[in-house]
């Protein structure tokens, strides 16, 4: 997936020297079209990803409704404790990633198929395979029984975040930072490669990722994401 401020300076950069390999400019036209692709078929799972949500909705409206009913309400001047600021990442994180796990098996399609590509500069090939594997370990990503570890830390008596919790924390971390910049790093050193038709291409999927997913699919996620912490705290109707 492109990085939008990414794209856009690239869209400034110098002509591509005469000297491009043409196994250098069928690789950077190669990630460039995967890249499209991807933006693409995010867009289309949209509607998939909203049913993955409501469907958590439903199954924390039929285990553990209001179960973080009576969770601590702090004060402007006090801060979260430890455990309460890791439950409400899991909670926001898990609730995301059900939506993002509707993906899993095409970013991990993509991911391969990024990886496959070869160019001479060595660097470059190194950075598209981290970039690959950091896609491919996020899509395994599975979050945790929400419902499950938010009745642990009920029973903790608020204090204590349950192992499940800050082992997926600590994954989902390790995961994200093991790629941070790299993709940013790639578009850069592509820059050399591209050809006037890579420019176009580059301009459309700026235009596109700039966009991003009709404005109503996004408000309807974040209502049925809204309603699910609104289940667990017993404030739905």
């Known amino acids: 997936m492109s990085a939008a401020a990414v794209l856009l300076a690239g869209l400034c950069a110098p002509a591509a020297p005469a000297a491009v390999s043409s196994g250098d400019a069928a690789a950077t036209r190669a990630y460039l079209r995967l890249d499209y692709a991807e933006l693409h078929a995010r867009t289309k799972g949209f509607p998939a990803a909203i049913a993955a949500a409501e469907k958590l909705d439903g199954r924390i409206g039929a285990q553990c409704p209001g179960v973080l009913a009576h969770e601590p ?39 391969k198929a990024v990886a496959h590509l070869r160019w001479r ?14 896609e491919a370990r996020v899509a395994a990503l599975r ?40 993709e940013h790093a790639i578009v850069r050193r592509l820059r050399r490669f591209e050809s006037p038709a890579d420019r176009r291409l ?20 974040f209502a049925v994401i809204a309603k699910g912490n609104e289940l667990l705290r017993g404030s739905a109707t």
Request: glycine share 6%; with cysteine.
């Open 73 to 111: 309400k702090p004060s402007l001047e006090a801060r979260l404790n430890r455990s309460e600021v890791e439950v409400r990442e899991e909670e926001q994180e898990g609730m995301v990633g059900v939506a993002e796990n509707t993906e899993a098996a095409r970013r991990r399609r993509y991911a």
């Open 143 to 182: 979050p945790p029984d929400f419902c499950a570890d938010a009745q642990a830390w009920v029973a903790s008596g608020y204090r204590t975040a349950p192992p499940a919790t800050l082992r997926y924390l600590h994954r989902r971390s390790a995961a994200e930072k093991s790629y941070e910049g790299a």
């Open 202 to 221: 580059l301009k459309q999927i700026f235009h596109y990722e700039e966009a991003g997913p009709p404005p109503a699919l996004v408000e309807k996620l």
């Open 121 to 134: 500069d060595p660097a470059l090939n190194r950075l598209v395979r981290i970039y690959a594997t950091g």
